[in-house]
């Protein structure tokens, strides 16, 4: 008998089907892994621009605590940031609920649509943890809200 050099037609499709398998299975799972990073990306911006509304009211308290407020806007906060251009969007809010009587509340926000359903159901996943909400009235956050909210002040 001859010995063959190389393998048959059968042994190559074999490893290649299971070369595809590998390929589907790792391409599921790196989408679970991105919708959580840009979670955890929104969670991460909106931390940041609460720490700069904390820091504007420090240096400004009392026109904030006037009974006629100026209205908020994310371009107050751009000299507390270290890169503000990434907060220049129209997605971020920045912006108050209640009046000086019953108390007010400064809230940072993030403009959700367009985003992916999974990214949602991540944010939904962290929302108790975190302090995640879909209105400015404390309104526990669900996938299906247009913004996500964290309360600033």
């Not at 904390?54 to 100026?70: C, G, K, Q, R, W």
């Amino acid at each position: 008998m001859k010995m063959r050099k190389g393998f048959t037609l059968v042994e190559l499709l074999i490893v290649i089907v299971i070369i595809g398998i590998l390929a589907a299975a790792m391409l599921l799972s790196s989408g679970s892994a991105t919708a959580s990073a840009e979670a955890s990306n929104v969670i991460s911006d909106l931390r940041s621009l609460k720490a700069a509304s904390l820091m504007l009211y420090a240096d400004s308290m009392d026109l904030f605590n006037s009974t006629t407020p100026p209205t908020l806007a994310v371009s107050y906060l751009t000299r507390y940031m270290d890169n503000p251009l990434k907060f220049g969007s129209g997605n971020y809010a920045f912006v108050r609920s209640g009046n000086i009587t019953n108390g007010v509340r400064w809230w940072v926000g993030f403009e959700l649509t367009g985003k992916s359903k999974e990214m949602k159901d991540k944010l939904q996943g962290k929302a108790a943890t975190v302090g995640l909400y879909s209105s400015t009235q404390y309104g526990t956050f669900s996938n299906t809200s247009g913004t996500v909210y964290m309360v600033a002040r």
